[in-house]
């Protein structure tokens, strides 16, 4: 695998190598906007505003509220996720991950015809910041492009009986035409990201169902989440 990394931050990433880097924010359309800096707490900086309110909900004591202070704000150049990759002259995507501090759904409404294999994408429930989209809103977005939950798991600490935030997983709908193609069309990656995922007993299933090949690589292998 070739790994793309996205910061719309100059030099952020300047240690990486031998890896492509895009120096761009992304978002639904090309643009400036505002990045919320929070110098407090290194990698929840955000295109919204936290909202304090909240807080409390994720665990927080208010003695550690300072760490959502913004310490600046900063203008920074945005695209979709679709054309950055087309100039750095990626056709192909196989795994999306997306950790973005709210702005997650924003991103995917720009992924025009990119359709990866997995997207992992993390996910608020009770949102953090400031005038984000409902979960659900990703969630039905992702399912009309044709894609289906297949795992979810809860992020941090909170103070309710359900996770407040979540890591979520999701991969091509099998049992529609849609789905059918991207996995067969980049059968031996699907596989090999399902393995490493740890969705064996999915990917037995999904094998059977569209006669995946290689399968005696792998249907023979325990599942140890589910046996």
């Known amino acids: 695998f070739q790994k793309i990394l996205v910061d719309p931050l100059n030099n952020s990433l300047k ?7 895009i120096n761009k924010g992304f978002w639904s359309d090309k643009g400036s906007r505002k990045l919320y800096i929070l110098g407090n707490r290194p990698g929840s900086s955000s295109m919204f505003e936290p909202d304090i309110k909240s807080l ?5 004591k208010e003695k550690d509220f300072h760490l959502f202070d913004i310490t600046k704000t900063k203008i920074v150049e945005c695209d979709t996720l679709s054309s950055g990759l087309s100039d750095i002259k990626f056709n192909n995507l196989d795994y999306l991950k997306i950790d973005t501090q709210g702005a997650e759904l924003e991103i995917l409404k720009g992924i025009g015809n990119y359709r990866p294999l997995i997207i992992k994408c993390e996910v608020q429930l009770f949102p953090m910041y400031k005038n984000i989209p409902s979960w659900t809103e990703t969630v039905d977005f992702l399912n009309k492009l044709g894609y289906m939950i297949s795992d979810w798991r809860k992020i941090g600490s909170h103070i309710t009986r359900t996770p407040v935030e979540m890591d979520m997983i999701f991969i091509p709908n099998f049992s529609i035409d849609s789905g059918e193609k991207i996995i067969k069309e980049k059968e031996k990656e699907f596989i090999a990201l399902m393995l490493i995922s740890g969705q064996i007993k999915l990917l037995k299933k999904i ?8 399968s005696e690589f792998y249907m023979k292998i325990k599942d140890k989440y589910f046996d």
């Open 207 to 214: 094998s059977k169902s569209l006669n995946l090949g290689h």
């Open 56 to 60: 409390e909900i994720y665990g927080f």
């Open 15 to 21: 240690n990486e190598k031998d890896t492509n880097i």
